[in-house]
């Protein structure tokens, strides 16, 4: 059971089959074009990211990536290693803030990956989908009531090479490996396990005909809600997860709960809190 009391009003009528979704609201969106532009959550004059981009470059420099995917796969992994998966709810969170609080969302660690890519010169969109709130119960197993029915995610897509790769894409070759899938449990988030496994939102090709298939990821598609030129018109479009009420409520506790960990971190500390960012506005560059 999943709750649909703590998301906003949807005014759009609700399509009854994944395959009828993809059919009316997918195709229009499916040619948007992406952007190299600053969005309100990708806020990419702001020093911090400016700060985390140069980084970036030069560890790339020091391994001889050289070209914009590998530079890429190197941005990923300096945000696996930095900042700390945890469950915000805070869908417009600015990037710079993200880096600034050293944690994040899933959606807030791939927002930064593309904001890096932007300031790198690459084009980025992302894929707008209503994913069933069951996906996350192995991570909340005695809260599935609390889970909402459905989640906006934004899965993100860089122009390369003259075509379009979404960011599992961005990885490949002999070290990666499937045996494991993904199982949506413990400290490895999809953020992580895009850069070992192949993730499929629409068929179960990408695991292979002899894996048990955990990361075929159809049968938790609701509706796919096309492309968008970037996250911040997604999510003007088609609202955050939650509602403004629901996500005060549960920032205070999920921005700080770590994947994997059995309860929320302590939010007793020494060090002062970080500074509040006016919320960022959602925007269709």
Known sequence: MTSRLLMPVRITTRTTTRTAARTTTGTAAEEAAGSTCPTSILDLEHPGLVAFVARVLREADERGAVTARDRLRVAHGIVAATVRPVYSVEDLRRVSRTLRLGRGSCSQRMAVLEAVARSLGVPTRVRGMRVDGAFWYPRFPRLHAFVPEEVVLAWPEFRLDGA???????????????EHGFTNTGPETLFEAVARTGVDWDAPSACGADSAAPCDFSAHLRTDLGRFTSRDELFAR?????????????EPVLGRWSAGAAA??????????APTDPPARPSAA
């Not at 379009?164 to 499937?178: H, P, Y």
């Not at 088609?238 to 549960?250: N, V, W, Y």
Request: charged share 20%; hydrophobic share 30%.
């Open 238 to 250: 088609h609202g955050q997860t939650l509602c403004r009420p629901a996500r005060t409520l549960a």
């Open 264 to 273: 929320p971190a302590s939010q007793t500390t020494t060090a002062s809190p």
């Open 164 to 178: 379009w790769v979404a960011i599992d894409g961005l990885f490949g070759g002999d070290d990666r490996t499937r």
